[in-house]
Every structure is written in C-alpha cells, then in structure tokens.
C-alpha cells in the first residue's frame, strides 16, 4: 500500500471506531442517536485526523479551529470522537447521560471542548457566523467547522446565516450538511437530493461541494477545497443513517434509540477500536489582536431636561466601546431607532449589520462571546421574541450576552401593537440566570449599560422611545440588584412600584396624592430580575399596600416579580398590579398610557382604590 | 389612444392617486411610511385593477382573493387603495393612526379587509402559504397575493415560507417583493440586486419574474404571468422608495415619516384624485368545501392505569379529526414524538408537513384559520419558542390556534434541557387572550384537546412525555377555567397545587404527610390560565398555605398564576413554590423530578417547613 492509500484506509478504521464507540454508548445509556451518528462517522474522522487544527489541553486558545455540532443529537459520535483523541478515557465514554455525567444528551459547555450548547436544530451555523467573525476580528486564523443534518435546513436561521455569512465574505466558515436523508418521523423534504441543497446554498453566495459522505479520499478534497476559498463552503455529504449496519442502514423508525443488538452491530463493523488520532495543532498560538483599554467616560444628561432612555444607552453605548476593546455591537438594521448608530459610525469595524434577522443576531452574539468578545446586541423589544429559542439555547450554553431592547411599551404611540415590546420581560426573566434592567431616565441608562458590559449571563436592557425627565445626577450608582426609593416618609400608606417610563408617571401621581393628603412611597426597580426583594419587603411592611405599574402585559413583569417577592413574606399586604391588559390600537404616547390604564391618573385611582 | 394605451395611463393615474393618498394620510397624522407606500403603489395599482378578484362587500367569502400586506408599514397605500374602492371614503382616510381609528399604523383585523395583522417583518408570506393551503383544501380558486418589502427578505422565516410553499406546489400564491434599496436605517444587503433575490428564490423551486415596478406594463404581465403558473410565483420588482417625489426619491433618512413638503409633493404627483377602481369579483362564490362532520368519539383509559398525556391528545386529536371536517393539524417533524403521527395516517389530506421550521407551522396555522379551518399545530414545547414572534402576532389578528406542545418540563428525562420545554408556560401565559391547558392524566387530555377545537383565541396544551398514572374517569368534565380538588378534609392545614406530571407526584406527597398526621388538600389546576381564582382562593381561605409545583421555571408558570390570583386577595396566606431552579443535565425522569426538587419526596419536605 502507499501512504495515500494507507491514509484512506486509516480514515476508514476511525471512522468505523468512531461509529463503534456511538453504538456502545447508546446501548450502555440505554438511549441516544446512534444511528444518526454512524451517517456522519466518516466527515468527522475525516475532519478530526486531516483538516481540525486544535489543543485539546488548552481549548480556548484563540488559534483554535472551532467544531459546531449543529446536529446535537449525535452526541455520541462527538463523545466517541473525545475518546479518539484521548481527551476522555472508555470509562469516562460510557457515562454518556448518566446522572452528573458531563456527557450528555446534547452537548453543552459543561465539556471545556464545546463552545455552545446545541440540540435546538438550525443554531449552529448562526453561532459559527459569529464565531468565525470573531476570529477574523481577532487576526485568528483558526476555521470555524458546523456539522448539520439536513432536516434542520428547514430552519429558516440557516438561511439567515448563509445570507449573513456569505454577505460578510466568512471563507474561515465551513458547513458539513450530514445528508442522511432521513429525519426523525420520516423522510426529509429533499432526501438524497444534494443538488437540491447545492443550487439553494450556492445561490446564497457559498461555495458548495456534493460527496459521497462515506468515501474518505472525497471527503479530505472537499475539506482541502474549504480550507482553499475565500467564501464559506458547505459540504453536502451524501450519507446513510445507521452506515455499516445492515439492520440500520437507512432504516426509518430508528431515529433516537440505541441500536436493537448493540453486540452484534459492533462485530459487523470490525469489533471495538482504540486507535489514538493525533490531531493538528492550532495555526497559531499567539492570543486574540484587541485594542487598547481606555478609561470609561460616561455621558451625562442634566437634572430636569428630558431624554430617551435609548439615547441614554446610544451615547454611553459609544463610550463602553471606547473604553473596551472587546465590545462589539450588533444591529437588526434599526441601528437609528435601538441609537446603535452612533457606535457604527464611530466603530464600524466592531459592529456587525444583521439586517433584519433576529436569530442571526442572537446567534452571531453568542458566536462572538465564545471568542472572548463582548457583544451588545439591540432590536425593537417586540422583535426579539423572534431569537427566543436562540435566548433559550444562550441559557443553556452559559453565553454573556448583552440584549437590549428598544421600543418597550404601548408608550411607543401611533405605530401600533405589532411594535410593542409587550411580553419581553416575562421572556427575559423567566430564562435561566438573566438579568433584567429597565431604566426610567438616561443617566440611569448609561449606568447600566456600562454595568452589562462586565455582567456575566444573558443581560437584558429595556429602553423607552419616549422622552422621559432626567431625575437622577450622573454619578448616581445604579447596583444590580438594588432600586432607588424615589419619595418615602413615616406615614406611606402606600408604596407605587414602577420602571421605565412609569416611574415618571408614578412620580407625578404621587404628588397628586400628596395634595390630597395621602403620603405615598415611589420606589423605582430599575433591577426588574434581580429584584431588590429587601426593598420591596420593606415597604410592603411599612405600608401595608403594595401598587404596581408597568407598560408591559400582566404576567410576568414587574408585577409578577414583585408579588414573588412578597407574597406570604410579610403579613396583611394587599396588592394591586397595573399593566396593560387590551390589545393596544395606534394613538399618541399620553393616549396609549391612559387607554392602557397606567398612566398617572390611573395610578392616582388605583391607589385611592387600594387605601379604601 | 388605443385601449390597451387607455388602460396603461389609467394605471399610470391610479398609481398616483394611491401616493397622493398616503402621502395625505400620513401628513394628517403626523406619522407613518409615505415613502415606503410610494414605491409599491404602481405594483398595488396594477393588482387593483387588473387581477385582485374581490368582493368588498362580502369580505369572508371564499372565493375571495387575499391581499396581505407583509410590510405593514406601507399602511397608507392599503388604505389608499381602500379609499380607491370605495371602501371607505376620504374622511376616514384621514383617521389614519388616530385614536380610535381602525386605521392603525399598521393593519389589523380590526378593518374586515384584513386577514392578519402584519408589522413584524418576514411573516406575510408563511401565513400566506397557509392561506394558499386552506384555499386548496376547501376548493376554492382563490389566489393569495402577499405584498413584501426587500429588507425581509433577511428573515429566515421568509424561506421557510418559500421551501414550503414549493414543496406543497402551490401555484395559487404569488409574492410580490417591492425591492426599493433602502431599509429603516440605509441600503439593504442587496439594494437593487433583483438578480439575487431571483437566484434564491428560483433555486426554492419558485417562478421568478424581474420587472420594473413602476412600469404598469410589465407589472401586468408579471400578474398574468403568476395567474398562468402551476407553482408560486415571486415578483421582484425594482422600484424607488418615495417615487415620484423628487424631494424623497430614493433618498435616505425618510423612512417612516411624513414627507417634509406634502402639499408640494402632492401638486408635483398632479393633485388630489378620486378615482374609483371597479374590482374584478371573486372567480367563485362557492362557500367552501368541507367534509361530514361527525358525533365526536373520545378515547378512553382506564383508571389506575399508565397512560402519556401525549398519547391521550394523539387519540382524541384523532377522534376530533373524525367529528369535525374542518380540523387540520401541523406538525414540526415530529410528529412520532407529539403523537399527531395516528391523525396524519387517518387523515393525510388535513396533516400538513411543515418539516423543522416552527415559525412556518405557526404561520401556516393562522392562514389556514382565516380561511375557516381549524388548526392544531404540534411541537415541542422548548421549539415552540422558535415562533413566539409569530405567536405575538397571531394574538394582535386575533387568530383562533390551537398549539400543543410536547415534551414539556425535565421529566423527558436523558435527551437534557435543550430539549425541554421550561419557558413554555411562561410565554404563553403571557400572549393577550390566551388559553393554558396542562393535563395530568391522558383522559384529560383527551377531553381538553376536544375543547380545544371550539375556543377562541390562542389555546396552549402541555403535554407530557412520561406515563402519568391515569386517575379520572373517561366520563370527567374539564371546562376551561376550572380545576379538581383531588384531596380535601376540614382539617386541610396546606394546600398543595399542580399541574401536569406533579399532580401524582403531589398526590404521592399528600399521601406520605397524610400517614404523618398532616392532611393536605391537593388540587388539579390543570387550566393554568384561566386559572380556577376562586377555588385557589378558598384553598388559601381554608388552610392558610398555599405550596405550588411545576416542572417549569419558576417565573411566569403555575406558581406565578396562584400568586397573582391569591396573593393580598386572602388575609395571612404563607406560600411555597417549587419549580425547576437550576439547570438540568442528562438524567432519567424521575432523578430529574428529584434533581430539580419537584418530585413527592421535595413536595413532603416543603409542605412540612410551610407548616412548620
């Protein structure tokens, strides 16, 4: 045999372990995908032994090549791919979705190897768009390898990020489409068809490479070719689900379940293998490029003019990324109305046009992260429900990411309820370890928009489209976690509790109160998630009435989080919650603040009611 | 001037009349996309007149072409052309986005010519693949036109719609994109390319037609051409955003406001016109074809034993599908697992296979409802949050859905938390007008699913993939807004309140404390939202505690339901919620009940420090 042929028949042997070590682990975990791991067994051996460039000892070194498994299901041919390279031993393997095991169902970052969790189908390449952006960002020559199925092409964030990352000229990007043909309840749309995927991804702008998924020397051209364009490339791999099995091979009704006769399917591929592959070290060692740190210079706005809390999260947003090289901005190309549009102009280098695709968005946010990049990504509020799934998975995965939301509230006027942001806190809160901010004037905006920066998890800022008063001094201090109590004396008989563009309103109906003889307390949470708990427990003990107000549906917002926090914790409390309830139609800001029942005069009724 | 000449200048003038129009309208408002509605107002002309089949007066016959205005903004030139029809007449042209007014900023069913609300970009045509579909189903040979702006065509949804809308061959659907360069905030990704879109859209297995879309002649050539086709067909036309206008002709900065000088711009567009366009009538004035409805014949389980809650919607989605003709059901590619698989065998000709692409099922479902059917759209629970922006909007159409949502909570078990639904309830909970169904036992869900069909608005069931131990009566009511006290004495010192797979649980508990000298009341809350307050309430009256248990986050679930509905409404009230706190692995079922703390033995050792 020559070296080439000794080469190939290598690759074979791996692949044929790599499909082995799935099998077994699915049969000891008594679950899994084995079948859909056997369809990629050989891409991934072929990757793993010719084209991945990486450290297993030091994972997050910047020169990395980065591996994506988009189709997370197939877990154990990731696992089996560990044992491979001698990152985790057979004992370790056979843990695979035990209790406490890091080896789970779908990957996630508990394995210091995986950058993001997966198993929500259509992520992968939306994250590598941002992950292979990061690189090109930080002068990292490392490639940026997503291995998909071929049902999750259905996902429209596929198309988002071939649009995108072809738009952006990502020629470190490859995507591996797993063509198995065969989904989970039945055949894909296009099965067998590469061309049919081909002719759509290559129309998209991608360079596009049809094979034979099973044939080693076609699948190390294929990744030769990736590795020599300059547009990203997709691989479209012509598999079988269950390969080397015949009781499985491109058998339906198999999909997600450990093979019938595990021993019998390890021997008819050649029994168990522990060749060790030797992968390729990074194409360089040298750590990300970044910028020079400069110290922070927020922007201040005076006592008593009016401001949006957007602008106040424009300009500061401005002097984060002066101040911090590792910021970088995203936009769903309504840079004027989020105000992004005055770090692009100053930075457009580090802020990344999305267009008007949500997922990508989030997807390229999380992306970027995973490169030690800080990114702040800004939509209207309404339109992030769209990345829902993708907040979910960012959760999951561990990812610091900073959100913001603009155009909250019914207070957004004449453009109607399609444009309000409604249900963005019951989203954001309710994600695992979120922080939900939600400023009333711009100083207190720029605060904690400098504040995000250093937070760790999904961080989420709302911002108002309307002016709002400026109340707090520029160098007040706004802590995660904690509320500013606006208006307090002995005799509360009342506290209101309010964010955003309802502090305001409450402000003005406590003077109202106040004329008429009845102290109120005005506490502003600003930290909607982590409530000030302490805060909000205090007042209720000291009044006895709690009253909230929020420009936001009544389940759960802030409201929610405040009955949360006191309910049951301190006696004889009775409460009151203010949001809105109807479906919003167009009018001015004032207008939709009192059609909605949560302006001041609203607050001044309610409160009456609640003290009677 | 020949006929066809009379006819061109005709179009040429009604064009006009539309600018003029919305130029008037958004002036008079002081707000609104004039120049957005410019650039499409020659291609809205030519359908106007020449190829719309539409009867104004009878807006919900089946016949009816449909018109949806995906870029919603362009409002004004829907309301032109409504003005233009006689629809409305010039006064209340001039309502436009005022309080009150049914001429919102953007368009909603509040107007009777408005199928769907529309105004969250890229979700037009999904809902009109749906439309397509349901025209089909029911005979009619109804055409659906969708209007799309250029700059959605970066949503992912988008091409979910047009994979879709190929593979169903659906040639009674036609896309218009009016590609006029220009976003909200600069160019769009591929400004005048209509070559690229053309590309794109063709290689989804679309007729494409490029034309230029201010020239009357090639417009209609392009409709006819649409009409002529066996598959749908994308019209790319290249157009000026503020045509005709010289001050805002394809000039930045414009979008969504009033022109600067409108009653110069409309002296320049020739002055005010009041032509009436006569508009064709539909092609039939058929009602719809539908099936024999049929005594509805729900499934039963026998008491005492195990039973999915998936399976007992799978068997009643059957029964229901065998009653009512108009029942349709859509599936995610997973329709083994959300158990719709036993509806697509009995009835292929009303499953529709919407492959893995939950924005497209969501949008399929609130088109196919605008045209008399009844859709049930089945996932799972976490994918489910793919299309939250599609669910936002289906409240503000006020759309009647059904969406079910399998696989809810920690109890799946191995596959870890990518693959469960967490945030479910909470998003839910949270969409204007909806309905939250959780049942325990599969004869409940049988009996909810039949519910199902005849609610209005977004009705939301949770299933369950584990076996629940089956323990009401095949003969049991479940009326929405209700719930089963399962345990209750006098001398009741806590009640424990459930949904779903902690209802056994619960029970289990109750049982344990029982035998510990402490009874418990235990209630079935399985209308989550709305949820029984009264029988909450009497609960908190009559034993002063109140412990909730959900496999859910705890923000904006069950236990934020009691709180809401009990909280400061019963004096002296202690209350306990568990739920899933930290971040699940990959563990059997009951290990995860026990790792989040929501199982019998977490709800044992809560109730007694509750008491305590």
Redesign the interface.
């Known amino acids: 045999m020559g070296v080439i042929d000794e080469r190939i028949s290598g690759l074979v042997e791996l692949g044929q372990q790599l499909r082995v070590d799935a099998i077994r682990a699915s049969a000891r ?1 008594g ?2 995908h084995p079948t859909s791991s056997m369809s990629a067994a050989d891409l991934m051996a072929g990757l793993l032994a010719g084209h991945l460039h990486y450290d297993f000892e030091h994972p997050h070194r910047a020169g990395n090549d980065r591996l994506v498994f988009s189709k ?1 299901h197939a877990s154990p041919l990731l696992y089996a791919m560990y044992r491979a390279v001698g990152a985790i031993d057979d004992d370790h393997l056979m843990t695979y ?10 990957p ?1 970052p ?1 394995l210091p190897w995986v950058d993001v ?6 992520q992968g390449l939306p994250v590598g768009v941002g992950m292979a952006l990061g690189a090109r960002l930080g002068g990292s020559p490392a490639r940026v390898w997503v291995l998909c199925g071929d ?2 092409l ?7 990020a071939f ?1 995108a990352a072809a ?1 952006l000229g990502l020629g470190n990007l490859c995507v591996i489409v797993d063509v198995n043909r065969l ?3 039945g055949p ?2 296009y099965e067998w068809d590469t061309a049919a995927y081909a ?2 991804i ?3 702008g991608w360079h596009t490479v049809e094979i034979d998924g099973h044939d080693p020397a076609e699948i190390d051209r294929a990744y030769a070719a990736a590795e020599a364009e300059d547009t990203p490339t997709a691989i479209l791999a012509r598999t079988k689900k269950g390969k080397g099995v015949a009781a499985a091979e491109d058998k339906e009704g198999l999909h997600g379940k450990p093979l019938p006769e595990p021993e019998k399917a390890v021997v008819e591929l050649g029994g168990v293998r522990s060749a060790r592959v030797r992968v390729s070290p990074p194409r360089s060692t040298e750590p990300r490029q970044r910028g020079q740190a400069m110290p922070l210079v927020l922007p201040s706005f005076p006592i008593g003019t009016m401001a949006a809390t957007r602008d106040g999260f424009g300009k500061a947003l401005e002097a984060v990324g002066e101040a911090e090289p590792d910021v970088v901005v995203l ?1 769903g ?5 989020t105000r992004t ?1 005055g770090f692009a102009k100053a930075f457009p280098n580090r802020f990344v046009e ?7 968005l989030v997807g390229a946010a999380v992306g970027l992260q995973t490169q030690g990049w800080v990114p702040y990504a800004a939509t209207f509020a ?2 992030l ?2 990345a ?2 993708f907040l ?2 960012a ?2 995965s561990g990812s610091d990411l900073r959100i913001v939301g603009s155009h909250a509230g019914v207070s957004i ?7 309000m942001g409604l ?1 963005d806190i ?2 954001m ?4 370890r979120s922080v939900v901010l939600y400023p009333c004037d711009a100083n207190q905006a720029a605060h904690l928009t400098a504040t995000m920066a250093d937070l760790p998890g999904i961080s989420y800022l709302r911002t108002t489209r309307e002016e709002t008063p400026v109340i707090y001094r520029e160098d007040e201090l706004f802590p995660v976690g904690g509320s500013k109590t606006l208006l307090a004396s002995e005799h509360d008989r009342l506290a209101i509790v309010a964010a955003g563009i309802t502090v305001s309103e409450s402000l003005q109906a406590a003077e109202q109160l106040m004329q008429d003889g009845v102290p109120v307390r005005v506490i502003d949470a600003y930290s909607v ?1 982590p409530l000030d708990a302490a805060a909000m427990r205090q007042a209720a003990a000291d009044t006895g009435r ?1 009253l909230t107000v929020e420009d936001h ?4 917002g802030l409201g ?1 989080a405040v ?2 926090a ?3 914790k301190v ?7 203010l949001a809105v309830h109807g ?1 919003p ?4 800001p004032t ?1 939709q603040l009192a ?1 909605a029942g949560i302006d001041a005069d609203a607050i001044v009724l309610a409160a009456q009611r609640l003290i009677a």
Not at 333 to 337: H, I, L, N, T
Not at 571 to 577: E, G, L, S, T
């Open positions: 975990a679950s899994g997370g979705r035990r209790l406490g095991s890091d080896l789970e169902g779908h996630t508990r969790a997966t198993g929500s189908l259509g049902g999750e259905a996902e429209g964030s596929m198309w988002e649009a738009d989904g989970q309840t894909t749309r002719a759509r290559g129309a998209f936009d190309e309504v840079a004027d109305s549009a999305c267009y008007i695709a949500e997922q990508q309404a339109f429900t769209r829902h799934d979910r998975m959760a999951i006027g004449r453009d109607g309820p399609s444009q249900e019951a989203m809160r309710a994600l695992w998630k709690i549906r009544p389940v759960g929610d009955l949360d006191v309910a049951g006696p004889d409390v009775r409460f009151a919650k479906m139609g167009s009018a001015g207008e059609a």
